[in-house]
C-alpha cells in the first residue's frame, strides 16, 4: 500500500521549454506532497510543500514562477519546469505522507536540459 | 538552522561484517525519524523508522535512537554487497506530516 506513481522517470527537453512531472498516490488520498530535488553525489533537498486546493509553499531560494506546482486533486500533484536551463537537470522525486509518520517516495524524474 | 548531519565516507566494510551508521540532528523537537537507502539514480527506499528512545531491530539491520545526545544510528549486521549503497537519515522536524529534512548520506562499500 501507499504507492506513489511518478512520471516520467526521466526526460530530455532543450533548453527554453517546459516540462511537467507527475506524481500521483496510487492507493490513497495524499492531502500533502512534498518534492524535491537532488543534484549529484548530493542529499536530497526540499523544493516546495503542495497541499491540495491551495497555493504551494517554497523553499527558500526556489523560485516559484519557474517551479509552478498544482495539487487540484487528493490523488495528483504536478511540477512544472518552466524555460527550462541546463543547471536545472536535476533528478526530482515527489513524496507523500500518508499517516502521521509514514511517508512514500515516487521513483524520481532524471530531467536533462540540452 | 534545522540541520540533519551524516558523515559522507565512504564508509567501507568486509562482508559479513557490522557497518555502523551515524546521525545527529540539530532540533531536538524532533518526533520521527527514517534510514533510507538510495541506489545510484534510484529513488530512497525505507529501511527503518524509530519514534522513541533505544533499539529497534528488523532482521539484519537495527536503528538506534537517543534523543538527549539528538543521535540516532543504523547497525548493519552482515553486511552483503548488495547493501553497499547511501544511506540517508531523515528526520521529521516536529510533529505531524512535515517534510522530512535529509543529511547528505553515506556511502557504504561492502567490500566481497
Known amino acids: 500500500g501507499a504507492v506513489v506513481s511518478q512520471h516520467p522517470s526521466w526526460v530530455i527537453c532543450k533548453s527554453g521549454t517546459s516540462v511537467k512531472i507527475e506524481c500521483r498516490s496510487l492507493?490513497?488520498?495524499?492531502?500533502?506532497m512534498f518534492w524535491y530535488r537532488q543534484f549529484p553525489k548530493q542529499s536530497l533537498m526540499l523544493m516546495a510543500t503542495?497541499?491540495?486546493?491551495?497555493?504551494?509553499?517554497?523553499e527558500q531560494g526556489v523560485e516559484k514562477d519557474k517551479f509552478l506546482i498544482n495539487h487540484a486533486s487528493l490523488t495528483l500533484s504536478t511540477l512544472t519546469v518552466t524555460s527550462a536551463h541546463p543547471e536545472d537537470s536535476s533528478f526530482y522525486i515527489c513524496s507523500a505522507s500518508y499517516d502521521n509518520y509514514g511517508y512514500t517516495f515516487g521513483s524520481g524524474t532524471r530531467l536533462t536540459v540540452v | 538552522q534545522k540541520e540533519v548531519e551524516q558523515n559522507s565516507g565512504p564508509l567501507s566494510v568486509p562482508e559479513g561484517a557490522i557497518a555502523s551508521l551515524n546521525c545527529t540532528y540539530s532540533d531536538r523537537g524532533s518526533q520521527s525519524f527514517f534510514w533510507y537507502r538510495q541506489y545510484s539514480g534510484k529513488s530512497p527506499e525505507l529501511i527503518m523508522s524509530i519514534y522513541s528512545n533505544g533499539d529497534k531491530e528488523d532482521g539484519r539491520f537495527t536503528a538506534q535512537l537517543n534523543k538527549a545526545s539528538q543521535y540516532v544510528s543504523l547497525l548493519i549486521r552482515d553486511s552483503q554487497p548488495s547493501d553497499s549503497a547511501t544511506y540517508l537519515c531523515a528526520v521529521n522536524m516536529g510533529a505531524g506530516r512535515r517534510a522530512l529534512t535529509f543529511g547528505s548520506g553515506t556511502r557504504l562499500q561492502v567490500q566481497p
Open positions: 503542495s497541499n491540495e486546493g491551495s497555493k504551494a509553499t517554497y
Open positions: 492507493d490513497f488520498q495524499a492531502t500533502t
